[in-house]
């Protein structure tokens, strides 16, 4: 809907200042789009795909050419630029992708699940360039299944769940109201867990019981870690740690599969 | 020439072509060559001695022939033209969706496709022209017309054939499309043998359909015999299909992309 291809179905929407009904070709002409599935065409080499989808914004021809080598610098394609894009890996293909729908110098980057099957070091490099076009003042939209990933870059983010925002704010924000500050997992012999969470269960503000473990959501880990020795039970293992929005997440939108 | 939006969507075709178009150049006049040779040439010379040549209007059957072959290579290319290369760009290179996360909007699309499904369409009727001349089997100044009515012939085939191959969901349908639509048109609409010669349930067959109308026009070109009241028919019919088709595309493109 943001990028004027879905028409909306109700309610009020307004994209850099204008209307997705009236004016989507002049929305998009300040839009990037990184779509979920590449649609990079193949058979082009790197340099053609940028070329030809430059020339659907109707980017002059010599500025396109000057552009386009300032891309390839920036997606680290630059020696790639003359290949085909069929055999590119794809992390190159992502990132390519990203060069492309910055061809136009969009004021706003809608990016959707950006870095989903990708190896962590075409993550990593990825991410740095994002968070150089924020450094630049390009405003990032993005969607993604990665708490990592949206702890990384986002400065606002709202957890969807079925289609509705069940909850909004910065990362530290939501953790915050969501969460507690850190966690302690434990992990008992299996058959005893049950039997364990009854006797932690005071430690805590709150306590998660999972097939494999314990969640116990405290403000203090090592606190509750050192509560444990005092009562001298010993788990298999114990693991203190900082709340992530993964908990917040998993907190707000259950555990259970959504299919 | 691309301040044009819809130019802009024809020129990622046109670039996609220029990779093989070397390969696909010579495909355009060997194919003519061979059919002429074999059907106006060889077969041509058993049915130039029969007694019956009186039904082909005392033609030679190289002259009877080349004309409708020319419309059916239309017609042919249209179809091979706007049916893969369409689901291609919705489901396999994703090309559509790529176009409309810039300004170009869904009709630039179509219109930029189709545009280039022409251009394609008047090179096949154009290498058939030059072949024919070759072979002498363009007996009159009309027959440079050809080019335009070929055209036409095509595009009443590629405009219907893209907005039903648009709400396909695999390519399935296309090689049936082939078996029972395009290939007995291109066998009962008088390209090989005069109308006259069918049983007048197949023949009102072959009046509705637009590839007969493209023949007999064609074949009138060549040999010099248009009337003007056979022109406006034809011309009004294949128009007719055309405008239908295009009507058509429109609905189902703009369904299948923008949901």
Redesign the interface.
């Known amino acids: 809907m943001i990028?004027c291809?879905?028409?909306r179905t109700s309610g009020e929407l307004t994209v850099l200042g204008l209307d997705p009904d009236r004016d989507?070709?002049?929305i998009?002409?300040r839009?990037g789009?990184v779509?979920q599935?590449d649609?990079?065409?193949?058979?082009?080499t790197v340099r053609?795909n940028l070329?030809?989808?430059g020339?659907?914004?109707?980017i002059p021809k010599m500025a396109l050419r000057e552009r386009i080598e300032q891309l390839l610098g920036f997606a680290q394609l630059t020696e790639r630029g003359g290949d085909r894009v069929e055999p590119l890996s794809g992390g190159m293909k992502r990132r390519l992708t990203i060069a492309r729908?910055l061809v136009?110098e969009p004021d706003l980057l809608l990016l959707d699940e950006p870095t989903t099957g990708l190896d962590p070091q075409a993550r990593h490099a990825l991410w740095d360039r994002l968070y150089r076009l924020k450094a630049q003042g390009v405003t990032l939209v993005l969607t993604t299944h990665y708490m990592d990933e949206a702890e990384q870059l986002c400065d606002r983010l709202v957890v969807m769940d079925r289609g509705r925002i069940v909850a909004g704010g910065s990362p530290r924000q939501l953790i915050e109201r969501h969460s507690t500050r850190e966690v302690v997992e434990l992990r008992f012999t299996p058959g005893e867990t049950e039997r364990m969470a009854e006797k932690v269960s005071d430690l805590a503000d709150r306590v998660e019981i999972l097939p494999d473990r314990l969640l116990l959501y405290t403000a203090d880990g090592d606190a509750v870690v050192e509560a444990l020795g005092r009562r001298r039970l010993e788990p298999l293992s114990v693991l203190a740690r900082r709340s992530t929005l993964e908990d917040v997440f998993l907190q707000l939108t259950g555990r259970q599969l959504v299919d | 020439m691309?301040?044009v939006?819809a130019l802009?969507?024809t020129?990622?075709f046109v670039?996609?072509y220029a990779?093989t178009w070397r390969a696909s150049i010579m495909t355009t006049f060997v194919n003519p060559t061979l059919y002429l040779l074999a059907m106006g040439v060889g077969l041509g010379s058993f049915i130039d001695k029969s007694a019956n040549h009186a039904v082909l209007g005392h033609l030679s059957y190289l002259q009877f022939v080349a004309p409708a072959l020319a419309a059916s290579a239309a017609a042919t290319t249209a179809a091979s033209e706007s049916m893969f290369p369409v689901m291609g760009a919705i489901k396999w290179?994703?090309?559509y969706?790529?176009?409309?996360?810039?300004?170009?909007?869904v009709g630039d699309v179509l219109a930029g496709h189709l545009i280039w499904i022409a251009a394609r369409i008047a090179t096949a009727v154009g290498s058939y022209l030059i072949v024919m001349a070759a072979f002498g089997a363009t007996a009159s100044f009309e027959s440079i017309a050809i080019l335009p009515v070929g055209l036409l012939t095509g595009t009443a085939f590629a405009a219907p054939l893209a907005a039903f191959a648009a709400t396909q969901d695999t390519d399935g349908s296309f090689s049936l499309m082939f078996r029972l639509g395009v290939v007995p048109l291109f066998l009962f609409s008088g390209v090989f043998f005069p109308l006259s010669q069918l049983p007048v349930g197949l023949r009102v067959i072959a009046y509705v359909t637009p590839l007969w109308h493209g023949v007999d026009l064609c074949r009138r070109l060549a040999t010099g015999t248009v009337t003007a009241p056979g022109l406006a028919g034809h011309l009004a019919y294949l128009v007719g299909v055309t405008a239908a088709g295009l009507l058509a595309a429109r609905i189902t493109y703009r369904r299948r992309?923008?949901?």
């Open positions: 990028s291809v879905s028409p989507g070709p002049r998009r002409a839009l789009v779509p599935e649609n990079l065409d193949p058979e082009l053609e070329y030809v989808y020339r659907y914004f109707d729908s136009n | 691309a301040r939006p802009r969507a020129a990622y670039r996609t990779r290179q994703k090309t969706y790529a176009m409309l996360a810039t300004p170009l909007r992309l923008l949901v």
